[in-house]
């Protein structure tokens, strides 16, 4: 193993091609990117060893890919074109079955790996990207026997580096589980963020008041529109069966302060404090 391809060199790429180049040095990592500005400064952050092309992929031993979801839909199937027979292509996409459907009939689908490293945070680019950003996070696996085992042993070297725990999902499960714990929390976010700089237009010192409690609930609207807007497009049903469910929740929760029914308030609280428990035991 010792060419890696990066496809999209923002947070995610950036964040596995430092772990990577930290523990083997001898593996050179190629850069791949749409926008010449990242693989600048990809190359001068010292996160890429050299700048490539897509025809370039021809000799890698690995590809990874980490762009927004809709692009990797449609050049996946390129690169599984490009690849030598034993080349592994993964991918790390917030959603899994539209692009486990885009290479389901490819004569190559035993090179791919669905993969999706749940970790991140609200920046992009080169710039954003961490040394050990995986390191105890959960890497769900999608359709893993569809993958050649020697090709599946390579990934898990990969992990291995990162320091991820493995969790194994059908697309469906998890495209219908990510909807509750990560698409729905960045729509809160985003709207959250669209309310109060509308009524900031008439109310000024509203962010004057503003403090660590909003700054990280709202933390999340700073998050790329460009990445997220194609997550809710092709998860659309997971996300409105999640949303119908928040709002109903909301309603609820607004009809009881209307009735000055404190006490379902409390209620409602207290048995929703058990969260921190739940986080505490994925932590």
Known sequence: MKNIYVIGVGLI???????IKRLNPAITIHGIDKNPEHLDEA???NIIDKKAVLADVVNADIVIVTIPVDACVVLLPEILDLVSDETLVMESGSTKLDICKAVENHPKRRNFLATHPIAGTEFSGPKAAIEG????KTNIICEVEKTAFKLQEKAL???KIMDMRI???????????????SHLSHISAFMLGKTV???EKNERDIFDLAGSGFASTVRLAKSSPKMWTPIFKQNKDNVIETLNEYINNLTAFKKRMEADDFDAIFDDMESTNHIKDILNGIE
């Open 157 to 159: 070297t990969i992990f």
């Open 133 to 136: 950003l995986f390191k105890g």
């Open 167 to 181: 969790r194994y999902m059908n697309p469906e499960a998890h495209d219908k589980h990510i909807a509750y714990v």
């Open 197 to 199: 700089i509308e009524k």
């Open 13 to 19: 790429g950036g964040s596995i091609a430092k772990d």
């Open 43 to 45: 190359l001068t952050l």
